[in-house]
């Protein structure tokens, strides 16, 4: 079989781990040229890998490496990255904006200097690195600009916890929107996002300890990616979900790309569970009132008794008003079977507040598991290893909200 990239210069930001990497090794089985444009020139303690051992692990794979120190918010750097890989492979084929900085934090809660750094990294990087790239692209047959980005999915969900962040994200997608119109039929130009968490350093960072399980690997991205740089130029101003990609390839079996096959898998941002209901919601007036008149309806609170009230008593005794400060969302359990029912961990108002019932304001995450599988996961005192973890908990709302839970009741453990 004819290697589709060999001879062909990738140039990848962010290349010297994670997602960027694979993508590099991917294309280096081919025999490709790939110029690795990214910041790190020696190790971290928790980032491992630099521009220079990403270079020997592409030359292993079969590829050619030209490791260049780029901080894609410096104009100079990329620009002088571009010049080397012109000179050194006398051009550029296909472009990858993988170079990306995440802060999921509210409005509040983030420093403009955080601000400033993803605005830069993501959405002027990405802009710059393309208008560097884009001359040598329109004289390539292949001619691919690829960005690490999700589709412009505009549910107010996605803005309301980590508002600079989408932003920022979404100004990758916008340069997807553009660019594609712009240079039709001289540049494909397109966006890939997973469908599922990713593991990569970054994550576990985001995560915790046990994140992983719920991941898929870095090499679903580098093949989907791969899938994408084989089609023609005409392929153009696609949102790419990974998976979706791979189907159409004729790939049945995902758990290759798992983990740990067989544990459920943490859905990534920006992708609606159910992508109509939001829609559907926004565009009929019909459903409003008859939504708020629900709310409005007070709800029962007996008395419950049992291991599942036991857990939220003792959750109760731990809130503090530094925790609900920290938190700053409302979780709603529902729970099936005995002692089951809808209970809610109030973490945004006052000092915080857990009970039978619905919560006063509307829950920005949901999860729906059964009770045993709840006192399983909240065995002892207060041991909980979330238990989306286990595959029996359903979750609609903020991911970034849920993990953030799971931090907050390991932190009350080790109060207990």
Request: aromatic share 6%; net charge positive; hydrophobic share 40%.
């Amino acid at each position: 079989m004819r290697r589709k990239l060999a001879g062909c210069t990738v140039f990848i930001t962010g290349a010297s781990r994670g997602i960027g990497k694979a993508i590099a090794l991917k294309a280096a089985k081919d025999g490709a040229n790939i110029v690795i444009a990214a910041k790190t020139t020696q190790t971290h303690p928790k980032l491992p890998g630099t521009i220079y051992t990403a270079a020997e692990e592409i030359e292993a794979a079969g590829g050619r490496a030209l490791p260049c120190v780029v901080d894609v918010r410096d104009e100079q750097q990329i620009n002088s990255a571009v010049e080397k890989a012109v000179e050194k492979f006398g051009g550029i084929d296909i472009l990858v904006n993988n170079a990306s900085a995440i802060s999921l934090t509210n409005t509040l809660e983030t420093p403009t200097k955080r601000v400033d750094l993803m605005m830069s990294v993501n959405t002027r990087g990405t802009y710059l690195t393309s208008k560097a790239c884009i001359p040598y692209l329109r004289k390539s047959k292949i001619a691919h600009i690829l960005n690490l980005s999700p589709p412009l999915n505009l549910n107010p969900m996605w803005f309301k916890q980590h508002c600079a962040y989408t932003i920022a994200k979404y100004g990758m997608s916008m340069c997807v929107l553009g660019m594609a119109e712009e240079f039709r039929g001289e540049i494909a130009v397109n966006a890939l996002w997973p469908k599922t968490a990713i593991h990569t350093a970054a994550m576990d960072m985001l995560g915790g300890s046990g994140i992983e399980s719920q991941c898929r690997k870095v090499e679903i991205i580098a093949d989907a990616a791969y899938s994408i740089f084989r089609k023609p130029k005409s392929f153009t101003g696609n949102f790419i979900i990974d998976e979706n990609i791979l189907k159409e390839e004729g790939i049945k079996n995902f758990d290759i790309y798992a983990v740990k096959p067989g544990q459920p898998l943490l859905p990534d941002f920006f992708l609606d569970e159910y992508p109509d209901v939001g829609i559907k919601k926004m565009e009929s007036h019909g459903p409003v009132p008859e939504i708020k008149e629900e709310k409005l309806r007070p709800q029962p609170k007996p008395q419950r008794s049992g291991p599942v009230e036991e857990t939220f008593r003792i959750v109760k005794d731990s809130l503090s008003d530094d925790v609900v400060k920290a938190t700053q969302a409302i979780y709603q359990f529902e729970l099936s079977g005995e002692d089951g029912g809808t209970w809610f961990l109030d973490l945004k108002n006052k000092s915080g507040n857990v009970g039978y019932g619905e919560p006063s304001d509307r829950a920005d995450v949901v999860m729906s598991m059964s009770t045993d599988d709840f006192v399983k996961m909240f065995s002892g005192k207060l041991k909980p290893t979330m238990a989306f973890m286990s595959g029996k908990l359903k979750i609609k709302g903020n991911m970034a909200l849920a993990i953030k839970l799971e931090k907050l009741m390991n932190q009350m453990n080790s109060r207990l």
